[in-house]
């Protein structure tokens, strides 16, 4: 074999390597392992990385009631982060902040991640999910971050079904109670008042019967 053949084979499998090693480092920790879903919006600032972001909203778009942020976050760097908040730039919505478990800082740990949204994670929720927007559209959501500061990025609006059931709002609102009619409204008042008008009248009556059996005697006198 000549020397440029053997040199153009050395180099077609290097290639074919470079390729593999790479297709192995994709199935890590941004791939298929974390239901990565490439439509989903995602960035990374210095040693963080944010994917899966997403504010999903009541399964009827006509409840009122809250929402909630779900994403993924991940540290690269050798000091942890704190989410010190979470807001929506240009809402007046206010987003309430809590760990998996118990009271404290929500904490990306050094080399790990932590998830926001779904059973037994740290959670996001909008108190008034109808002021992130409406369902279909894309609104910016901003993650302050102890060491990295702020990182903000547009997150899709959905409705919790289908593949987003599990990490949506876990409460939604009660109903409201009908109001219970009141006593005017049953006719009790009514009904009171006709009886005190009923007794008004034999009253009158009996006086009426007093006062002519009082003329009745004078007569009677006067006659003898």
Same mark, same amino acid.
């Given at each position: 074999?000549?020397?440029?053949?053997?040199?153009?084979a050395?180099?077609?499998?290097?290639?074919?390597?470079?390729?593999?090693?790479?297709?192995?480092?994709? %199935?890590?920790?941004?791939?298929?392992?974390?239901?990565?879903?490439?439509?989903?919006? %995602?960035?990374?600032?210095?040693?963080?990385?944010?994917q899966?972001?997403?504010?999903?909203?009541?399964?009827?778009?006509?409840t009122?009631?809250?929402?909630?942020?779900?994403?993924?976050?991940?540290?690269?760097?050798?000091?942890?982060?704190?989410v010190?908040?979470?807001?929506l730039?240009?809402?007046?919505?206010?987003?309430?902040?809590?760990?998996?478990?118990?009271?404290?800082?929500?904490?990306?740990?050094? @080399?790990?991640?932590?998830?926001?949204?779904?059973?037994?994670?740290?959670?996001?929720?909008?108190?008034?999910g109808?002021?992130?927007?409406?369902? @279909?559209?894309?609104?910016?959501?901003?993650?302050?971050?102890?060491?990295?500061?702020?990182?903000?990025?547009?997150?899709?609006?959905?409705?919790?079904?289908?593949?987003?059931?599990?990490?949506?709002?876990?409460? %939604?609102?009660?109903?409201?109670?009908?109001?219970t009619?009141?006593?005017?409204?049953? @006719?009790?008042?009514?009904? @009171?008042?006709?009886?005190?008008?009923?007794?008004?009248?034999?009253?009158?009556?009996?006086?009426?019967?007093?006062?002519?059996?009082?003329?009745?005697a004078?007569?009677?006198?006067?006659?003898?």
């Open positions: 074999m000549s020397r440029s053949l053997r040199h153009g050395f180099a077609a499998t290097a290639l074919v390597f470079s390729i593999a090693t790479l297709s192995a480092c994709a %199935a890590g920790n941004d791939a298929q392992t974390l239901q990565v879903r490439p439509d989903n919006a %995602a960035t990374a600032v210095d040693s963080i990385k944010i899966n972001l997403n504010i999903i909203t009541q399964p009827d778009p006509e009122e009631g809250p929402a909630v942020i779900a994403a993924t976050l991940f540290n690269d760097g050798p000091k942890r982060e704190v010190e908040k979470v807001t730039p240009g809402t007046n919505a206010t987003v309430e902040l809590k760990p998996a478990k118990g009271k404290g800082p929500v904490v990306i740990p050094a @080399g790990g991640r932590l998830i926001i949204g779904g059973k037994n994670n740290a959670s996001a929720v909008i108190e008034n109808r002021q992130a927007g409406a369902d @279909g559209n894309v609104q910016n959501v901003a993650f302050t971050l102890s060491e990295t500061g702020d990182i903000e990025l547009g997150a899709a609006i959905v409705p919790a079904t289908s593949f987003f059931e599990k990490f949506g709002p876990s409460t %939604a609102p009660s109903p409201k109670p009908s109001p009619p009141s006593a005017s409204e049953t @006719g009790t008042e009514a009904t @009171g008042e006709a009886s005190e008008g009923q007794s008004g009248s034999q009253a009158d009556g009996t006086a009426s019967d007093g006062s002519a059996t009082d003329g009745t004078d007569d009677e006198a006067a006659t003898h």
